[in-house]
């Protein structure tokens, strides 16, 4: 059994910026790829930024230069910085963990709103 447990969601005013953070535990293999995703009302689930076990990145285009992911491999957290929030990224956001055989993990997703 895996567990992802998220943090850091919150209200926000635009501008503003939070700090997100997964930490998996459990019977999990070493961890390959940490990645963040999001969902919106009535809309799909969509890719947000991605780091590998090598620290290599890479984001979607609508946050890049903006949100900042990171890892620390001791602790098998994963973290998004999120700065210059916008009302678009309203959204409930999801961390994703894939381990070394594959085996996709996903937490139960945390909220953030952006709102004056």
């Known amino acids: 059994q895996v567990q992802l447990v998220e943090s850091g969601g919150g209200l926000v005013q635009p501008g503003g910026s939070l700090r997100l953070s997964c930490a998996a535990s459990?019977?999990?293999?070493?961890?390959?790829?940490m990645a963040w995703y999001r969902q919106a009302p009535g809309k799909q689930r969509e890719f947000v930024a991605k780091?590998?076990?090598?620290?290599?990145?890479n984001y979607a285009d609508s946050v890049k230069g903006r949100f900042t992911i990171s890892r620390d491999n001791a602790l098998n957290t994963v973290y998004l910085q999120m700065n210059s929030l916008k009302p678009e990224d309203t959204a409930v956001y999801y961390c994703?963990?894939?381990?070394?055989?594959?085996?996709?993990?996903w937490g139960q997703g945390t909220q953030v709103t952006v709102s004056s």
């Open positions: 994703n963990v894939v381990d070394a055989i594959g085996s996709s993990y």
């Open positions: 780091i590998a076990s090598g620290s290599s990145t």
């Open positions: 459990g019977n999990l293999f070493a961890i390959n790829a």
